[in-house]
C-alpha cells in the first residue's frame, strides 16, 4: 500500500553536497507533515528536518543554514537539500510522513556517509 522509496544517499566528502529524495506513494498524502530523520551507528534516530503541507519548515540545530528540505504536493515527494556535509552527517536517513489519524510512514532509509 504506502510505499516511501528515498534515493540520493551514498558517499561525499566533507564539504560536498547530497540532495535526498523521496517519492510516496498509496494515499492521499494531503495534510501531512513530511520529513527527513537519520540514525547514527548507537545512537537514537533523530528528527533533521519536517515540512508541513502548507509549507512551514522545521530544523534540528546543528544542520540549519546547511540543510534545506521542500516538498512538491502534487508529486508526493520531500527532498532535502545537504550542504556543507560534515562527517557528523553520516547516517542512515529516512523519510517519514505523519498523517492523520495518526499514521506514520517510513521509507526504508538510505545511507549518507561523509568521510575522505
Known amino acids: 500500500q504506502v510505499q516511501l522509496v528515498e534515493s540520493g544517499g551514498g558517499l561525499v566528502q566533507p564539504g560536498g553536497s547530497l540532495r535526498l529524495s523521496c517519492v510516496a506513494s498509496?494515499?492521499?498524502?494531503?495534510?501531512?507533515?513530511m520529513g527527513w530523520y537519520r540514525q547514527a551507528p548507537g545512537k537514537e534516530r533523530e528528527m533533521v528536518a519536517t515540512?508541513?503541507?502548507?509549507?512551514?519548515?522545521n530544523y534540528t540545530d546543528s544542520v540549519k543554514g546547511r540543510f534545506t528540505i521542500s516538498r512538491d504536493n502534487a508529486k508526493n515527494t520531500v527532498d532535502l537539500q545537504m550542504n556543507s556535509l560534515k562527517a557528523e552527517d553520516t547516517a542512515v536517513y529516512y523519510c517519514?510522513?505523519?498523517?492523520?489519524?495518526?499514521?506514520?510512514?517510513w521509507g526504508q532509509g538510505t545511507q549518507v556517509t561523509v568521510s575522505s
Open positions: 515540512i508541513t503541507s502548507g509549507g512551514g519548515t
Open positions: 498509496g494515499r492521499d498524502f494531503s495534510l501531512t507533515i
Open positions: 517519514n510522513i505523519v498523517a492523520r489519524y495518526q499514521y506514520t510512514f
